[in-house]
């Protein structure tokens, strides 16, 4: 173990596990991930073998190819996000597609990167996906926002009598909304408000609790369709 991995796991390293066929990239990625302090604590190099490695390695951060044998990338994101909404997803992917992009959010990725990307940028990417900022690689964030705001013109099901108002946010709370909904990252929004990147996270997490919604995406939707980022 470096000395660089010896102080990233004295500071409670981010764990990391990195999912991809190709063992040589797979490697590569794993060694520079650890050589910057993260803890690698699995790969992969299957769908099928990720979802069982996942749930035992329990991973703060995927780090996920979506071209997988055995089972897709956007079928391993979408099972281990389900059974556990807290973890996130970066897509390190050789696609830039616009159907790849948007088919990995749907499935509850948290970002997405692709594989020219160099080592400081995975290693940053990988730090900010798991704060919950919302990572794309450069021209791919504008699309995603496009999307949420399609999503949210459709029609939502319709409450039904019996149930309860939605609970009434904080002033605070709002404000934050309405810049997630407005496609900032959780560093800009600290930034525009002059608070800590900390306290806006705990802001989402409240706003997400109250409104009973499992991520990002679901939160930005629930934001557009109430004009918020209009405002």
């Not at 897509?91 to 509850?108: F, R």
């Not at 946010?169 to 408000?193: N, P």
Request: net charge negative.
């Amino acid at each position: 173990m470096t000395e660089q991995q010896r102080e990233g796991a004295a500071a409670g390293a981010i764990r990391v596990m990195v999912v991809d066929d190709h063992p040589m990239w797979r490697d590569a990625v794993a060694r520079d991930l650890a050589e910057a302090g993260f803890d690698v604590v699995a790969t992969a190099g299957d769908g099928e073998q990720a979802v069982r490695r996942a749930g035992a390695a329990t991973p703060d951060v995927l780090v996920l190819d979506l071209n997988l044998p055995k089972k897709p990338g956007v079928q391993v994101c979408k099972e281990l996000v389900g059974a556990d909404p807290a973890l996130r997803v970066l897509v390190l992917s050789a696609s830039g597609e616009h159907a790849d992009v948007l088919e990995a959010v749907k499935s509850g990725a948290t970002g997405y990167l692709l594989k020219s990307a160099s080592t400081e940028e995975l290693t940053d990417a990988v730090r900010r996906t798991a704060a919950g900022d919302p990572v794309f690689t450069p021209g791919l964030a504008g699309l995603v926002l496009g999307e949420y705001r399609r999503l949210a013109s459709e029609p939502a099901p319709a409450a039904g009598a019996g149930e309860p108002k939605a609970p009434q946010l904080t002033e605070r709370e709002t404000e934050v909304l309405r810049l997630v909904a407005k496609g900032l990252s959780y560093k800009q929004i600290a930034e525009r408000l002059v608070i800590s990147h900390r306290t806006v996270q705990n802001h989402v997490q409240n706003t997400l609790g109250k409104l009973q919604l499992h991520n990002r995406v679901e939160l930005v939707r629930y934001a557009i369709e109430r004009g918020l980022d209009d405002a």
